[in-house]
């Protein structure tokens, strides 16, 4: 591992859900809407936060089909093996991943960004993402104490997302939007 190389495995891939087969591997339902990001990885972290099991594997073999992947990960030989691996959060690390395309953002760097209307003022931030395909942004409002509002992540009300200035700009003129 290079000093270049993160060492944080922090980036959620999925969840292993059951068993596949009877050569250890493992089915993996994805956390991501794009799971071919997760076509090119070399090595995840396997957490189970009931048992307190924390252990990076190396894996062999990935494949995705209709919106499950099928894992073999290296030592993970049986299909007992594989069984005793169901329930177990699968992470990884952000350099192992495909590049995002154009208009694609992880959650992690949307939350904690600056929402402002197109005249400059500051309305507060994004304090999360929601849906399955990440199509509602959750704006924690500065005026209003604990308030917060469920926006439509489209282009027509969020043209703008800057993460290198922190920031997100909505089109605040629909009526009712932030009510």
């Known amino acids: 591992m290079s000093d270049k190389e993160p060492k944080n495995y922090d980036c959620q891939v999925g969840k292993i859900v059951g068993a596949h087969g009877v050569r250890g591997h493992v089915k993996v339902r994805p956390s991501s809407n794009n799971p071919?990001?997760?076509?090119?990885?070399k090595s995840v972290r396997l957490q189970n936060q009931k048992n307190n099991i924390d252990q990076k594997?190396?894996?062999?073999?990935?494949?995705?089909?209709?919106?499950?992947?099928?894992?073999k990960?290296?030592?993970?030989?049986?299909?007992?093996?594989?069984?005793?691996?169901?329930?177990?959060d699968i992470y990884t690390q952000k350099n192992q991943l495909q590049k995002l395309n154009q208009d694609e953002w992880w959650i992690s760097d949307l939350v904690g960004l600056g929402v402002y209307a197109k005249t400059g003022e500051k309305l507060g931030c994004v304090s999360n993402?929601?849906?399955?395909?990440?199509?509602?942004?959750?704006?924690?409002?500065?005026?209003?104490?604990?308030?917060?509002a469920l926006?439509?992540?489209?282009?027509?009300?969020?043209?703008?997302?800057?993460?290198?200035?922190?920031r997100v700009e909505i089109n605040t003129e629909i009526q009712g939007l932030l009510d």
């Open 151 to 166: 926006i439509p992540f489209v282009k027509e009300i969020v043209p703008v997302v800057d993460t290198s200035l922190g």
């Open 36 to 41: 071919r990001l997760f076509l090119a990885l």
């Open 73 to 88: 990960l290296k030592d993970c030989n049986t299909r007992n093996d594989a069984e005793a691996l169901v329930g177990f």
């Open 129 to 148: 993402v929601f849906g399955d395909q990440g199509e509602w942004l959750e704006i924690s409002l500065d005026e209003k104490e604990g308030k917060t």
């Open 57 to 71: 594997m190396e894996i062999q073999n990935i494949d995705f089909d209709r919106k499950m992947f099928f894992v």
